[in-house]
């Protein structure tokens, strides 16, 4: 095999492994190998190579009994040095508590990731009954006040293609599934400089959000307080704003520039 050859095949086998890690990523309580195979679309056998690698180097922990395979240590370790160079770690948490004491209700923070939300840190409410965000998953753009602020507030090339490409799809009966409401949506985004969900992601849940924005205006990360329905209205929870307004402005001071 030429040189070349032993370069692509090895390109290929380190993105089939990126792409096994994302695949087990959403199941923290581990999967089979079968159930990897299958969802990765890859053979059992290149599905067993690839863990073993994995596993080899503690990217993914394997448990004999179960036969269960889930993600490693070395992946937290990573995930805790992204979380810091960013500024999500030490930083971010404090300006969330403080703004969730403010509002009563829980605090969510994310960035934007490709075609998605990544959600970053989450505080939560001091009621008893709460929404509770999940941190290190991934969210739709479309229908969240978070993922509405980070496309509106993305660079001119990112926001465009968003807009004119994003999978919309349904998740309530109230979320916007139109094309040309969803850029006009996302234009009475920016003008007003927050976002609201109505409904629109989750049955009950009311959001409001707004970007944590850099030098040149672009969205480096994105807050919301959300609520249940029955306990905030769209009206009520617009009280947040001014909150909101101040987290993101003093993360926006204390983040690290990218």
């Given at each position: 095999?030429?040189?070349?050859?032993?370069?692509?095949?090895?390109?290929?086998?380190?993105?089939?492994?990126?792409?096994?890690?994302?695949v087990l990523g959403p199941h923290p309580d581990g999967a089979t190998l079968s159930d990897l195979a299958r969802w990765s679309g890859y053979p059992v056998t290149t599905t067993h190579r690839l863990l073993g690698s994995l596993v080899r180097d503690?990217?993914?922990?394997?448990?004999?009994?179960?036969?269960?395979?889930?993600?490693?240590?070395?992946?937290?370790?990573?995930?805790?040095?992204?979380?810091?160079?960013?500024?999500?770690?030490?930083?971010?948490?404090?300006?969330?508590?403080?703004?969730?004491?403010?509002?009563?209700?829980?605090?969510?923070?994310?960035?934007?990731?490709?075609?998605?939300?990544?959600?970053?840190?989450?505080?939560?409410?001091?009621?008893?009954?709460?929404?509770?965000?999940?941190?290190?998953?991934?969210?739709?753009?479309?229908?969240?006040?978070?993922?509405?602020?980070?496309?509106?507030?993305?660079?001119?090339?990112?926001?465009?293609?968003?807009?004119?490409?994003?999978?919309?799809e349904r998740f309530t009966s109230r979320t916007i599934t139109d094309r040309s409401a969803f850029a006009a949506e996302i234009a009475r985004v920016r003008s007003q400089g927050f976002a609201v969900s109505n409904e629109e992601h989750e049955e009950g849940i009311v959001t409001v959000g707004v970007p944590v924005l850099d030098a040149m205006g672009i969205a480096v990360a994105a807050l919301s307080v959300p609520s249940p329905a029955y306990r905030t209205t769209v009206e009520q929870a617009l009280q947040f704003l001014g909150p909101l307004r101040e987290a993101a402005a003093e993360l926006a001071v204390l983040l690290p520039r990218r």
């Open positions: 095999m030429r040189t070349g050859d032993t370069e692509t095949v090895g390109k290929d086998m380190v993105g089939k492994a990126l792409s096994l890690l994302t503690d990217f993914v922990s394997f448990n004999p009994e179960t036969k269960l395979y889930s993600l490693g240590l070395r992946l937290f370790q990573l995930g805790a040095a992204v979380s810091s160079a960013h500024g999500f770690q030490g930083v971010a948490l404090p300006v969330l508590r403080t703004l969730s004491r403010a509002t009563g209700e829980a605090s969510l923070m994310s960035v934007l990731d490709g075609e998605h939300q990544l959600y970053i840190h989450h505080i939560e409410a001091r009621h008893h009954v709460g929404v509770r965000g999940e941190t290190g998953k991934l969210g739709p753009l479309h229908c969240t006040s978070m993922g509405k602020v980070l496309v509106a507030f993305a660079d001119w090339e990112t926001r465009d293609h968003l807009v004119t490409t994003l999978p919309l």
